[in-house]
């Protein structure tokens, strides 16, 4: 995930967003002869380039990876199994299959290129991306390929004609951090046109700077001890963490999360769950008698939320002092609510006919809410829509409402349900990271993430954005590394035709992904295990410096992705300034160097770099009493004066004069409700059923779709699709059945779970099963993008809005062809 959000705590990211730190440059005299020493070993690379490691054969190591810190168990130079390092109460099944994940069918095995493009890079049929024949070249030759490539485009249409993405997951460690190496390279050779915003977070990063000061969504939340303590009702709405919390930006730490979800469980906590869905999360807390779940209609939430709080308002049941004291422009939106300014009253019967809860539900939601002390634990996937600028904006103005914000246990914290945000934070000293060498920028185009389709299609245009405007440049040459965006990205067809306006495609990957497949020149990378590297456990509580010790050695031809890009900067002159003499380990200690230095001026206990490395030990920093005591707005509640929020007014903006002064249709100066492009209440709908395409249980997006928790949980040996046991039974699907499921963007086979465990009318279609389109584009296995809406969530964020779309579903008749995408492509010379 990009490095601008979560990145905040972080010290390793805040060099990545700043110019390079001079401490790093100005290096003392023993670095500067270790440099020196590196640079002569240069004509030995090879040599250079390797483990600081030496295997071992038989044995445990200790690792990380997104999903946890895991021992990992070693026979005869082959990882036989993993677990989790430390005793963990929750069973999370991604730890497990790290062996799959090294011994994969689907590795590429060899630099490849494809037939047409080796044979005239400048007539190269874009068309047959995809389709070609794959031709295995020496690393040199991909090099020189792609080399030439990059010098072309920048001569003939300039550095802007270059788009690299930025969004991807790639592996943990701060060392081989793909995103950040491929933009380091960029950077320090000339520049690339940017994305700019997120898929995670894109519409509430926006939005919640003109509504708080801040995007919330990376900032350390109540800390769960304090939840614990003083809460009375927990509101889950819209998020899954029993799911979403099996992973980490850098590491997770520990199951402490998911424990706390368990402790509200234990402790009688009135749990409500909204969620169109009853996902992993609705079914922990089934057994629980004071659990609710209260299924909306999906994308109305908005207005569901305005009918609590018109509810609120003539029951006077509001907290007029808090709105008085800590918000601005209270009274404009109540003229909207009353229907002052446009006629419709946003009343409990109002909110009822669009979300589809009943009215008694909306006062009971009322009252529990402002009569106890209640924290809004909200997710992000109800903003991954059309207007996802709303939700969050409203949740705001509903807590606000309640009067809570700044009190222990009260108000709303939107990333309790990521990376375990509630965690209190260490007293930790905190490691160092490469930086994105960003001195050397000098494109200034920034093209909002979601919108590269778009962008591709529509050369020269300038969209709306923020305030200010986007230009689309012309993109002659993309470069992914860490990210599958036909995996990502929506409406996938539309996108692949797209893909064909530009020349050059050049991929990283371990493995044959769906965006490995559509490109020219593909070198393979080495998968996290077969490297060393280091990182930090949580992204916001910094609990653990965790080793990433080499398992295996390097499989088939594989590279780093730092081998590679020292080798293309060596070619393009800026070898020095890309590597600064260092090697990998040479990076890796400087890293931990960092984090002692600090650990020795706060008197914090670590072993020098060669113990750690040996030792192969995390080492665990102490939770301090205070953090664990942490309430968020409690400083602001205390004196909103001293404490102002980043705001024009310092306060929480509920109208804000800045988004009044866009003047944008789509979104307006205070939140309200909007209709979506495609939902189940509209006219004349083009599909019948919403469907929603959450983040998956067993997998990190497409990650681990290729290992053997996929047939855990395949049905049908594809990827499940929920549909509601009513709706299925009006179609005649079972359990077990192959089902097609359409609109007019494209079709995919799904294998059909019926349950009651979701709304009538609504499917849910995790997003990342690998797309395994037949001839005609069918995809065989569930990818849920071919099928969603590649619209902006408004002018202001111009966020993806995956989460709206309607789909046909029904009984496959056609012969459902087996899935067979976790393995090399068939049309290969090696
Ligand atoms: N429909 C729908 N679509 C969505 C979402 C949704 O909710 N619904 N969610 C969106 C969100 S929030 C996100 S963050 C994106 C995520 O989208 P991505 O981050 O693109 O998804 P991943 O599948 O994690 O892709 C990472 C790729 O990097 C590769 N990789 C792993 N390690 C390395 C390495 O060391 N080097 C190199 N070169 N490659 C490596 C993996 O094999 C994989 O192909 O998806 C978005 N798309
Ligand atoms: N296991 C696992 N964990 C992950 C990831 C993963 O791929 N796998 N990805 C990570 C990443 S990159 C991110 S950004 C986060 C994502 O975290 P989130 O965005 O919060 O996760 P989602 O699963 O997309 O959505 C959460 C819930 O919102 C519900 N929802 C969708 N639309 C609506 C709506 O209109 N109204 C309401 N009330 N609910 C709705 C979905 O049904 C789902 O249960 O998760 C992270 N954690
Ligand atoms: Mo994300």
Redesign the pocket.
Known sequence: ?SISRRSILKASALFALVPLAPKLLSASEESKARQLEAMSQYMDKAAMMKYVTKLVENGEVITGAHWGILKVHIRHGKVLSSKPAFKQAIYNP?QTVTSDLIYAKSRIKYPMVRKSYLEDPHNNKPELRGKDTWIRIPYKKALELISSALKETRETKGSEAIYVGGNG?KSSGNMHNAIVLLQRFMNLSGGFSHKIGT???GAVEVILPHVLGSAEVSSQQTAYPVVLEHSKVIVI????PM??L??GDTIIDGDYGLEFFSELKKRRKKVIL????G?ETVEFFKDDTNATWIA?V??T?VALMLGIMHTMYITNKYDKKFLDTYTTGFPKFLDYMLGKSDGVVKDATWASNISGVDIKTIEYLAKEMFENRTMIMA????Q??HHGEQPHWMLVTLASMIGQIGLPGGGFGFSY??ANGGNPTARAAVISGMNLGAQKQKVTNFIPTARIADALLNTGASIESNGGKASYPEIDLMYWAGENPISHQQDINKFLKAWQKVKTVIVHDPYWSATARHADIVIPTTTEYERDDISMSGDYSNLNIVPMKALVKRQYESMDDYEVFSDLAMMAGIYDEFTEGKTPSMWIEEFYNHALKQAKSEHINMPDFKRFWHENKPITFKVPEDSKHFVRYSEFRSDPILNALGTPSGKIEITSETIAKMGYDDCRAYPSWFEPAEWLGMKDKPAEFHM?S????F???SQLDNTSLKQKHAIAGREPIWINELDAKAKGIKTGDVVRVFNKRGEVLAGAYVTKDIRQGVV?LSE?AWYNPDSKGLCQNGCANVLTLDIPSSKLANATSV?TMLVNVERYKGEAKKVDIYEEPKDMEV
């Open positions: 995930m991604l997951w898929f995670s977070t709405w819209g998020a899954n799911v979403t099996r992973i909204i969620d169109p869905v996902s909306p999906p994308n939430d997710g992000w996937g109800m991954r829509a349900h990521y929603l959450p983040h998956p249980a997998r990190l997006h849910k990342g989460n």
